[in-house]
């Protein structure tokens, strides 16, 4: 049957090998399906064949032989479709430009043989590069002989890494994705995907499938929709309060003549009292003297304009049968859209970044996607309420089960530490409110920060009453113990409720007292050095990147003396969420914080009430019986408080660090004892979980031993009766550490997420100004590169070239130049951009310098040794010892590599005291 009005694009990839003796299956194809377009490889052809042999009278065949025996290509198309072929220099390479249905697409085939030099797919990528521009509908199809390449992470493998990676910068260079993902050729030892299917970020819908073809390989079968556009609501009116024309004389009259009868209350009115007195008064000042405005939520791009908007309703309303007229109109619009779109991107888009930059990082990241439906079982749940009691239901299920209090009292000598009273200060509240960010969440007071910034000073009176009153008497509003939560995606299947992560959203106004509370309580606690010192989590000067500078360290350390590092890596499940808050408090006294601080703290913690928000609707209330809020300001301090004596009983050499809840566990390992004694640490550390009523995800948790010696050390780690699982690699704190301590792994998984992420910001900012592309360069893909880089840092050039092939693709797209006859080292300099192996060195030396001039938590003295015989030899007086190597892992890690580098600088930049002197200074000297 002719589908001469089918509403999609009908494509089959087919690798034939040997079309003349397929006539009768190919021509029962044809008919069958009655696809549009036939891509065919290894068509076996030669010039005495005549076309009309091949094909039925209703196709015709675009072609190209191999002069030998073997090889051609060629493209079948249907006769009802308007095609035009274009010239190529590329051997085996045909491409036609196709009309269907109002849509134009660039389809290609390719047969590429399996030794094919790279000159294949340069010239390749030279025929893309004069033909496809931004909005351009490729089809890109045929049999590439690439079968070890990775499509989806971007890697190349195998024996023939070149092509594979000139291929995957092609792809990358003109915003293809291939969509073929099982093997088109199987055979009895072996399974590769060879035939692809290329296709454009403008092909945003498509079926793929791959069937059984003609020949030894499978055929795609490929369709994308050509779907007629209906009409849709542009944009969507809401009603917001314009604080912009707010009568402020009148709100500011209003707070000061309420605030002596707020007064009064104080001296009789519990915390509860005080808290609706102010809310009733901010709701007043709301209503009465804060104007509103329709605000509209755009469903559209953002450089549709009225004039477009204004067009397509006429064309809409217009007569069919004025075919002139109508053309005039379809015309217009096409030039008011072009027009509309290049000032976005070249003048709108642009400015954004200088004057709102906010918009500009909404624009480039979108809008989140919401949460529509979920499973529970077998059973689809789309209803909001329904869904929103779901997940309340689902993270109420993981608080631990509220527990008598029957812990010992800390005694006289836990609590004997003075410790000075909590301060609340009138400028210190207004301080804090004037750093509100008015873009943010309210909580369930529904107070919006703009109001709270905007009448700071006055509301800081109120607030600081308020505060004061809730200290003495520990006593909290109860607004201020319920929080609305909002499910956050984490990863897997966005159907399944325990792929979301709680974050909860609670008053300001209480968040702002969390801030002085937590302020104070760290200062104590950090003054007299009560943290666990391997505790990096949520402490200022120190981070993810000194953790991991100071694990390497100790593995690297220990392998170039010739020792095996034993490491298990423990998963909590659910740690926030299942503290006990009797356990918390009892720890909060032993810590000798003083009652009033404690007392606050268990009423904060007590008759807590959450309810869940999905799409606008509210679940019911339910208790919370554990946990510290997350996404509250004391939470993590919280927290850090409640582990913080895991490690009392672990015995050296076993160390543990920590950051948050990430934990390792790790020791030098010479024989079978160590092994035991580490098992026994490991015990140790189960049985404190037990205590605690910490929960260990076995299934999560493992172990790996570091070695770069033949004969491994192996011995299997348990807890209790669970064996855990053994790993060649492991990912902490973001960086993937292997067992030789190799960075292959992990240089491989950097690259694949920049990849990602800098094709996204391609598709979205592909016809933006040069500014905006390299801001976005800046912001998204770059930190990937770059994060704990100085952990990491690589010192065999194929993985430098690696990273520094991506920043090439990426000046390549910032100043859209793709011809093999352009410079990159001239574009990056034309860009400001740094070689990244430049910027991983001044990276070294910046946290260096923090750390010798002890603006880290971390002492200097556990690593730096001074020199104590000084030579005339050496280059300054703040010269530290090195460090000897015996293998490159050591060599290159970051105390040892960055000593050498901290040696040979000059004086007078190794003098100066400020970090961003030091920075810019180090700038200058290696850009000369």
């Given at each position: 049957?002719d ?16 079309v003349?003796n ?17 891509a065919?490889t ?6 005495d ?6 094909v039925?009278p209703?196709?015709k065949l ?11 290509v060629?493209?079948a ?23 269907y249905?109002?849509?134009v ?13 790279i000159?294949f ?10 033909h ?15 079968p ?20 995957l ?5 003109h915003?293809l994705?291939q969509?073929?993902k099982?093997c088109t050729?199987?055979?009895d ?31 795609v079968?490929?369709s ?17 309060k314009?604080?912009?024309r707010a009568?402020?004389?009148?709100i ?5 003549t ?24 901010i ?8 104007p509103?405005?329709?605000k509209?939520?755009?469903r ?9 908007i ?15 007229s109508?053309?005039?109109?379809k ?12 000032s976005?991107?070249?003048v ?7 004057t ?26 789309t209803?909001?309420?329904?869904m929103?009691g ?14 008598p209090?029957v812990?010992?009292e ?7 530490i ?16 004037l ?18 910034k905007?009448y700071?000073?006055?509301l800081?009176?109120?607030?600081k ?11 909290l ?21 325990d792929?979301y ?7 300001v ?33 120190l981070?993810t990147?000194?953790q ?7 593995f690297?350390?220990a ?9 298990i890596c423990i998963d ?6 299942r ?11 032993a ?8 007392n ?15 799409n606008?609707s ?9 946990g510290?809020?997350q996404?509250?300001?004391?939470g993590?301090l ?6 913080n004596d895991?490690?009392?009983?672990i015995q050296a050499?076993?160390?543990l660090k920590l ?8 020791a030098p ?11 026994r640490n ?5 049985q404190?979980?037990?205590?605690w009523?910490?929960?260990i995800n ?23 009766d669970?064996n ?57 893909v ?13 010192n065999?050039?194929?993985d ?5 092939k ?35 060195k001044?990276?070294r030396l ?27 030899r ?9 460090y ?17 580098e901290?040696?040979?600088l ?16 180090l ?6």
């Open positions: 049957t589908r001469n009005d089918s509403p999609e694009l009908n494509v089959i990839n087919l690798n034939a090998r040997s003349v397929k006539i009768d299956t190919l021509e029962f194809l044809l008919i069958a399906q009655s696809p549009h377009v036939v065919i290894e068509t076996w052809l030669s010039s064949i005549a076309s009309d042999c091949i039925p209703n196709y675009i072609r190209r032989d191999r002069t030998t025996r073997g090889g051609g060629a493209i198309l249907r006769n009802d479709i308007n095609c035009v072929e274009l010239e190529c220099e590329c051997n085996e390479t045909v491409w036609c430009r196709i009309s249905c109002n849509r697409f660039l389809i290609g085939v390719v047969y590429r043989p399996p030794n094919a030099p000159d797919l340069e010239c390749l990528n030279d025929f893309l590069c004069k496809v521009k931004s909005d351009t509908r490729v089809i890109l199809t045929g049999d590439f002989n690439l070890h390449v990775d499509w989806d992470l971007m890697v190349a493998g195998g024996v023939d890494i070149p092509n594979g990676e000139k291929m910068e092609i792809m990358f260079n915003n994705t969509i073929v099982d050729r199987i055979t030892r072996s399974q590769s995907l060879l035939d692809l299917v290329f296709i454009s970020d403008s092909i945003s819908e498509y079926e793929v499938s791959v069937n059984e073809g003609i020949s030894d390989h499978k055929m079968v490929f994308t929709p050509l779907p007629r556009h209906g009409p849709c609501r542009a944009s969507m009116p809401i009603t917001v314009d604080f912009a009568d402020d004389t009148s500011l009259d209003y707070l000061e309420s605030l002596e009868a707020f007064e009064q209350l104080s001296t009789t009115g519990t915390v509860d009292d005080l808290w609706n007195f102010l809310k009733t008064t709701y007043f000042c709301i209503d009465h003297y804060v509103s405005k329709i509209y939520v755009h559209t791009n953002p450089w549709i304009t009225r004039e477009i204004h067009l397509k309703r006429r064309i809409r309303r217009h007569r069919k049968n004025n075919k002139q109508m053309n005039a109109l015309s217009s619009l096409k030039t008011a859209l072009r027009e509309a779109k290049e976005f991107f070249s709108t888009l642009h400015n954004f970044i200088k709102a930059p906010e918009k500009f990082w909404r624009f480039l990241k979108g809008r989140k996607e919401p949460i529509e439906q979920i499973v529970d079982g077998d059973i689809i749940i209803d909001n309420l329904e929103a779901h997940f309340n239901r689902f993270f109420q299920s993981v608080f631990s089960a509220h527990e209090h812990m010992r800390a005694s006289s000598d836990d609590t004997e003075s410790t000075p009273g909590v301060v609340i200060t009138l400028p210190g509240i207004f301080a804090k409110l750093s509100l960010d008015t873009k943010k969440s309210t909580g369930p007071d529904k107070i919006p920060n703009a109001f709270l905007r700071a000073e006055w800081s009176y109120y607030l009453i308020i505060f004061d009153t809730s200290l003495q008497t520990h006593t509003p109860q607004e201020w113990l319920s929080a609305r939560v909002v499910p956050v995606f984490k990863d897997g299947s966005r159907l399944r409720v792929n992560r709680p974050i909860s959203l609670t008053s106004c209480c968040k702002v007292m969390e801030h002085i509370i937590s302020k104070h309580i760290f200062t104590f606690l950090e003054d007299r050095g009560m943290f666990y010192p391997h505790q990096h989590g949520f402490r200022c000067g981070s990147v000194t991991l500078v100071e694990t390497f360290h100790d690297s350390f392998v170039n003396n010739k020792q095996q590092v034993d490491v909590f499940s659910k740690a926030f969420d503290i006990p808050h009797g356990k918390l408090i009892w720890k909060l006294k810590l000798g914080l003083g009652s009033i601080i404690i606050w703290i268990e009423a904060y913690l007590s008759n807590r009430s959450q309810r869940v928000e999905i606008g509210l679940s019911a209330p339910l208790p919370v019986s554990s510290v809020p996404g509250s300001v004391l993590p919280l927290f850090l408080i409640y582990i895991i490690a009392t009983y050499p076993t160390k950051f948050a809840d990430d934990c390792l566990l790790y390992v010479n024989n079978s004892v160590d092994q035991l004694n580490l098992n490991l015990e140790i550390l189960r404190w979980c037990d205590d009523k910490m929960q076995f299934r999560k948790s493992a172990y790996m031993h570091i070695t770069n010696k033949r004969k491994v050390l192996k011995f299997s780690y348990n807890m209790g669970v855990l699982n053994n790993v060649d690699s492991f990912k902490y704190l973001g960086v993937t550490i292997s067992n030789d301590l190799q960075w292959r792994a992990h240089i491989e998984n950097v690259c694949s997420s920049a990849y990602r992420s800098l094709g996204f910001i391609r598709r979205k900012l592909k016809d933006a100004t040069r500014d905006a592309k390299l801001t976005a360069y800046k912001t998204m770059r930190p990937i590169l770059e994060y704990a880089s100085v952990v990491w840092s690589p065999k050039k194929v430098k070239e690696k990273l520094e991506i920043q090439r693709l990426a000046v390549r797209f910032i100043l859209s130049r793709y011809k093999r006859t352009d410079s990159v080292t001239r574009m990056l300099h034309e860009c400001g951009l740094q070689p990244l192996e430049t910027r991983r001044i990276a910046k946290l260096f310098f923090s750390l010798y001039n002890g603006q880290l938590k971390i002492d200097p003295a556990l690593y730096l040794k001074e020199v104590h015989k000084r030579s005339r050496l280059n300054h007086t703040k010269t530290v010892q090195p000897s190597s015996r293998i490159d892992v050591f060599k290159y890690s970051f105390f040892a590599q960055t000593i050498e901290w040696n040979s000059p004086e007078c930049v190794i003098n100066l005291l400020d970090a961003s002197h030091f920075e810019s200074s700038e200058e000297l290696f850009s000369n």
